[in-house]
């Protein structure tokens, strides 16, 4: 059964700071990994999807890498802005289908 | 993007009774749709993969009983919680993939439930 890890579960830092959030998995048999961003009371949205034959993605300030056979996954978020504030929560997919496991989450909080 | 949208976004009903949430895929059909549960502030917890057409696939440990899925079309999933009690209340999400190669996943904005 698949457990998906992040690491650390809170974080808060001053703006400006670049961030690192960690994700490990137990099965490194996935096919894709998404990271989601989510508000309090809302639902999530998705901020990166690293396909299952990419080692990486970027999408402005953040960039997402995928190490399969170690079972890790990286959100690196650049410069960060109040804004940023948030649940962040990564998800692999099951080999073979859209099926994904969501991670504990790290609740970001970035303070002007 | 695309846009998955539920409905209500926030019920209250008494126990006993049953509700009725709505999945719909906007400007997309969706084969496959996803049933989230999520307790406060803890992650989210797969319940059923909703197919179209066909029955939905239950984790383990949820009732399906419980938790009726219907994907009568392709853009319209809905999760009905029979028999609501207290410990039903909780955020259900949905989610629906393009069905493309990407595998990617889009949510909708939730729906809070609360059981008095």
Redesign the interface.
Known sequence: KQEVTQIPAALSVPEGENLVLNCSFTDSAI??L?W?RQDP??????LL?I?SSQREQTSGRLNASLDKSSGRSTLYIAASQPGDSATY?C?P?TSGT????????TRLKVLA | GAVVSQHPSRVICKSGTSVKIECRSLDFQATTMFWYRQFPKKSLMLMATSNEGSKATYEQGVEKDKFLINHASLTLSTLTVTSAHPEDSSFYICSASLGTNTGELFFGEGSRLTVL
């Open positions: 096919y894709n998404q989601f009371g809302k639902g999530l949205t998705s999807l396909q929560l998800a997919s859209y099926k994904y496991i969501f991670g504990t989450g």
